[in-house]
């Protein structure tokens, strides 16, 4: 089974860009971990309730964007809201967690030198989604 990491800025051009990766996905099961980083909102007071309201929020957006993503069904998919940058969410994970893949948007959401550099120190192979033609995507849907 091939594992792989998503870091998502839960937008639709993401969305397209994940359901038309695991659509080539054909034959082989893909463990994907789907991980979006967030922060308090600016000027809340830094209390317990403030990060609570954020991580509640965050795990809203990506449960929403999970499903309006159309990928459930098509792998093992395990979601996760983490407070922090993209870049310090991605090293984590990849510094706790072993993996096939780091999947990254074309836009390079979380691609950063410090993230490149990271990443030739593991075994997890980069992979940048490509632009498709998403109408003929919309349509097969």
């Not at 309201?53 to 999970?66: H, Y």
């Amino acid at each position: 089974m091939k594992t792989v990491l998503y870091p998502t800025d839960c937008s639709t051009e993401s969305a397209r860009a994940l359901k038309e990766w695991l659509s080539r996905q054909i034959g082989e099961p893909v463990k994907l971990t789907i991980v979006q980083p967030y922060d308090v909102t600016p000027g809340a007071p830094p209390v317990k309730a403030s990060f609570k309201d954020a991580k509640q929020q965050a795990d809203q957006r990506l449960n929403q964007w999970v499903q309006a993503a159309g990928v459930i069904g098509k792998a093992i998919i395990d979601q996760r809201s983490i407070l922090g940058g993209a870049e310090v969410l991605v090293k984590s994970f990849l510094s706790l967690y072993t993996y096939d893949l780091l999947l990254i948007d074309e836009n390079s959401f979380g691609l950063t030198n410090g993230v490149t550099t990271f990443l030739n120190q593991t075994l997890t192979t980069l992979e940048i989604t490509d632009e498709a033609d998403y109408s003929t995507l919309e349509r097969a849907a």
